[in-house]
């Protein structure tokens, strides 16, 4: 698969599969391999079998044992910390 990806639900990356696109879900969880961005609402996951090449954006994140996640990370939405002013 290539392109982009826009869902308003979970999506998973069988493992086996390859999309290069940019990622946009709720939830992400990869098993397969993306190359390009991930941004999701929720979570992401990259499980032991997961190779994840490109920027990662989420209010939480799964990185398994043996998974591969090549890229940076950005977490809080750019939301202040509790406890800054």
Do not use: F, N, W, Y
């Amino acid at each position: 698969m290539k392109g982009s990806i826009s869902l308003t639900a979970a999506l998973e990356i069988a493992q086996g599969a390859t999309v290069e696109a940019d990622v946009t879900a709720t939830r992400v969880v990869v098993t397969g391999t993306v190359i390009g961005s991930i941004s999701a609402s929720e979570m992401v996951s990259v499980e032991s079998s997961g190779h994840v090449r490109g920027d990662v954006t989420c209010p939480a994140l799964q990185v398994v044992e043996g998974a591969i996640l090549d890229g940076r990370v950005s977490m809080g939405g750019g939301r202040p910390s509790p406890g800054s002013a």
